[in-house]
Nanobody
Framework: QVQLVESGGGLVQPGGSLRLSCVAS????????MKWYRQAPGKERELVAV????????DYADSVNGRFIISRDNAKRTVYLQMDSLKPEDTAVYYC???????????WGQGTQVTVSS
């Protein structure tokens, strides 16, 4: 079965950096686009970044563009989110996501907490 396991979250000061990882299993990782979402307390889950299956194309939410970088290593079945210049408003639980089939079935990891605070 599909499994997505996120790691790398934590507490960081404003202006700091974190690198999130998501290890995937149970599907042919190299053939699927991967996404990172986040959900802050009391808010809806929002799309943060997406990367195509081969890693050649990426896209970002306006709120993180220029500060976050999504990447992937298909040999390691892992997608990353490098987060720099973190702001308190980046505080959220971050989730890895893949959509498979039609209609799409969405799969989620357990999430990793990112807290940006001084």
């Amino acid at each position: 079965q599909v499994q997505l396991v996120e790691s790398g979250g934590g507490l960081v000061q404003p202006g700091g950096s974190l690198r999130l990882s998501c290890v995937a299993s149970g599907f042919t990782f190299s053939t699927y686009a991967m996404k990172w979402y986040r959900q802050a307390p009391g808010k809806e889950r929002e799309l943060v970044a997406v990367i195509t299956s081969g890693g050649t194309t990426t896209d970002y939410a306006d709120s993180v563009n220029g500060r976050f970088i999504i990447s992937r290593d298909n040999a390691k079945r892992t997608v990353y989110l490098q987060m720099d210049s973190l702001k308190p408003e980046d505080t959220a639980v971050y989730y890895c996501n893949v959509a498979r089939g039609w209609p799409p079935v969405l799969y989620w990891g357990q999430g990793t907490q990112v807290t940006v605070s001084s």
